[in-house]
Nanobody
Framework: QVQLVESGGGLVQPGGSLRLSCAST????????LAWYRQAPGKPRELVAS???????NYDDSVKGRFTMSRDNSKNAVYLQMNSLKPEDTAVYYC??????????WGQGTLVTVSS
């Protein structure tokens, strides 16, 4: 069974950094899209960053300049470097890989808590 496994979440103080990792048991080289989403308590899931068709990453305005998304095809891994974290970044972060309209993978999520 193909899986996405996220790691790297945790508790960090405002202004701190975390690096999230997403490891896939399936090759990501041919994926149409790679993405990171997040869901804060009581709010809908929102797109944070994405890479479409091997292009450059795109970011939500709320994280632009602070977050960096990258990929390592040799490791079938996707990363999200998060700097200058704010309390409003607190959420469960999900990795998402799209191969086709009915071929979509989600990770189990990793909790990021930004608090002093």
């Amino acid at each position: 069974q193909v899986q996405l496994v996220e790691s790297g979440g945790g508790l960090v103080q405002p202004g701190g950094s975390l690096r999230l990792s997403c490891a896939s048991t399936r090759s990501i080289f041919s994926a149409y899209a790679l993405a990171w989403y997040r869901q804060a308590p009581g709010k809908p899931r929102e797109l944070v960053a994405s890479i479409i068709s091997g292009g450059s990453p795109n970011y939500d305005d709320s994280v632009k300049g602070r977050f960096t998304m990258s990929r390592d095809n040799s490791k079938n891994a996707v990363y999200l470097q998060m700097n200058s974290l704010k309390p409003e970044d607190t959420a469960v972060y999900y990795c998402n890989v799209v191969y086709g309209s009915t071929d979509v993978l989600w990770g189990q999520g990793t909790l990021v808590t930004v608090s002093s």
